[in-house]
């Protein structure tokens, strides 16, 4: 499975940006999946996750401002991102997982499968 993050890019806090994740290679229907990012001189971190099966999962600090979804027609990801704030700030990674399970899908070393990064800075 190859992906293909797009659609960051430069903000002020309180907007919007919606990230697009092009999977190709083989479908993506029976893979769970997710975003994550990394913060200058920050460990990766989870943010959302949806699943094969349709469940949504989010970080605490994103969850009532940002929403996944996919559209498996397109073997796209998707993630709306509102009220962006300053620390939003990092690159945006989308990746790929074949487990559901809730615990396994928050933590990036079980990800076979990474896009490149996409860029969002949130300017105060």
């Known amino acids: 499975v190859q992906l293909q993050a797009s659609g960051g890019g430069l903000v002020q806090t309180g907007g919007s940006l919606r990230l697009s994740c092009a999977a190709s290679g083989r479908t993506v229907t029976s893979y769970s999946m997710s975003w994550f990012r990394q913060a200058p001189g920050k460990e990766r971190e989870f943010v959302a996750t949806?699943?094969?099966?349709?469940?949504?999962y989010y970080a605490d600090s994103v969850k009532d401002r940002f929403t996944i979804s996919r559209d498996n027609r397109v073997n796209t990801a998707y993630l709306q991102m509102n009220s962006l704030k300053p620390e939003d700030t990092a690159a945006y990674y989308c990746a790929a997982i074949l487990s559901s399970h809730v615990a396994t899908i928050q933590v990036s070393s079980k990800y076979n499968y990474w896009g490149q990064g996409t860029l969002v800075t949130v300017s105060s």
């Open positions: 949806a699943t094969r099966g349709g469940n949504t």
